[in-house]
């Protein structure tokens, strides 16, 4: 995410704020209710947001968790593909006897 566009979503929550209060102002409430209402509001998305991040936290959902495991699956394509047919027969041979002494 870039600066700009956490600033954009900083003056969006803001002006959602504003907004809410607005609208509770128009619906009836007085200022003090409109102010305590829209806060709950905003409140219970930050609430609900930081619930999603540590849903993807924990479950490594992260956008650095998805680019290390590319990375990680692209580096060890690119080492495979560096071996030669015997090196690849070798290393297979090997993978075959320790499940075959696992077993």
Same mark, same amino acid.
Request: proline residues 1%; without cysteine.
């Given at each position: ?8 979503? !900083?003056?969006? !929550?803001? /002006?959602?704020?504003?907004? *809410?209060? /607005? !609208?509770? %102002?128009?619906?009836?409430?007085? #200022? ?5 209402? @829209? %806060? !709950? /509001? ?14 993807? *936290?924990? #479950? ?5 968790? %998805?680019?290390?495991?590319? &990375?990680?699956?692209? &580096?060890? $394509?690119?080492?495979?593909?560096? /071996?030669?047919?015997?090196?690849? *027969?070798?290393? +297979?041979?090997?993978?075959? $006897?320790?499940?075959? @002494? +696992?077993?």
């Amino acid at each position: 995410m870039r600066r700009l566009d956490a600033l954009g979503i !900083v003056f969006g !929550v803001f /002006l959602a704020g504003g907004l *809410a209060y /607005l !609208v509770l %102002q128009l619906a009836g409430l007085d #200022n003090l209710e409109a102010g305590i209402w @829209s %806060q !709950v /509001l905003l409140v219970g998305g930050l609430i609900g947001w930081l619930m999603t991040y540590i849903f993807r *936290a924990v #479950n490594h959902k992260m956008t650095y968790h %998805q680019q290390r495991d590319k &990375y990680e699956e692209a &580096y060890f $394509q690119k080492r495979l593909d560096e /071996l030669s047919p015997e090196e690849l *027969a070798k290393i +297979q041979a090997e993978i075959e $006897q320790e499940k075959d @002494s +696992q077993v």
